[in-house]
């Protein structure tokens, strides 16, 4: 076993051979979007993403499926297979199998595998003083999806927010092994605080992030500003306010945005300093444009986050 329940990371690794490592992982969670494809679309590449973020290449998967069948019609459950099915198709992934419940509340995810050499394996705890951080997708998903629950975004909205989230992570996570890369993780329900406070805890490092180059979603601080801020935000903020200092320019707001919880949200890869300029041209070269150094790994043992 080469990453399992000994440190929280983001899939499970165990070596089968000396160049091959099996990776898993699992994830699903209730509708975030009314469209029943979309939604399947959705949760597939939340799913994938773990074995992206690991430096892994997908390969099976299985479907898991909670419907309430007695309240809803099995077309709606057809189309979220087939968003589903459509993605995994995107990623060179095999649907291999998966299990159904009877449930009043519906749920869809996916049980991943994917590959990777033993000696390849990027994990959140690898962190080294120096690196910086780049981040490839915007923040304040949550606050936005909030916001279309409440009937306050337009169509244009809606579409940018669906398609950032079913963008895969594969192009990422290929172009980042060309890179001097030393940890990665994906950024989703715990926020970006949540997840940087994952890689720096028991690192020995601290972090430092720069507010002013943090890509987020123009509406979602108007909408932040406005009260569409998600419970699990407050939940993210509760459990990690203590590991962060924020600086005097770092409005409460804004605050909210960094503990957002993000649905399949970007990659937070960490990357030695004199690769990052070339790593952050080719994301943007390969139309990853939100893709932007965010901050820096300072030497610190006492494991904090500062936001400035």
Not at 15 to 34: G, R, S, Y
Not at 66 to 77: E, G, H, I, T, Y
Not at 200 to 215: C, K, N, W
Request: glycine share 10%; charged share 20%.
């Amino acid at each position: 076993m080469l990453v399992g329940l000994d440190r929280a990371d983001d899939a499970g690794v165990y070596k089968i051979t000396d160049d091959i490592a099996m990776i898993q992982t699992v994830d699903f969670f209730t509708p975030v979007v009314d469209d029943p494809y979309w939604f399947g679309q959705i949760a597939a590449a939340n799913a994938l993403s773990d074995i992206y973020a690991m430096g892994g290449i997908p390969k099976t998967a299985m479907n898991l499926v909670a419907f309430p069948r007695k309240q809803m019609d099995l077309s709606v459950l057809r189309h979220i297979i087939q968003g589903g099915l459509d993605k995994l198709k995107e990623a060179g992934v095999v649907l291999v199998g998966g299990h159904s419940v009877e449930d009043n509340e519906l749920k869809y995810g996916l049980s991943v595998t994917g590959f990777i050499h033993p000696e390849q394996v990027l994990t959140k705890k690898s962190l080294q003083t120096g690196n910086l951080l780049i981040l490839t997708k915007p923040l304040g998903i949550g606050i936005i999806n909030t916001a279309i629950k409440g009937g306050m975004a337009g169509r244009e909205l809606i579409d940018t927010a669906t398609r950032l989230m079913t963008e895969l992570n594969r192009t990422a996570a290929e172009i980042m092994m060309d890179y001097p890369v030393h940890a990665c993780t994906d950024i989703t329900g715990f926020g970006l605080l949540g997840h940087v406070a994952e890689m720096v805890a028991d690192s020995g490092t601290s972090v430092q992030l720069f507010s002013d180059r943090i890509p987020v979603l123009p509406e979602a601080r108007n909408f932040a500003s406005m009260g569409f801020v998600p419970g699990g935000a407050y939940e993210n903020r509760k459990f990690r306010q203590a590991m962060v200092d924020f600086g005097p320019a770092v409005d409460r707001i804004f605050q909210d945005i960094l503990f957002d919880p993000q649905t399949s949200g970007g990659l937070l890869i960490c990357v030695e300093e004199s690769g990052a300029p070339g790593l952050l041209d080719t994301l943007k070269k390969n139309s990853l444009n939100y893709s932007a150094i965010i901050g820096e790994v300072v030497s610190d043992p006492c494991e904090k986050i500062t936001v400035i």
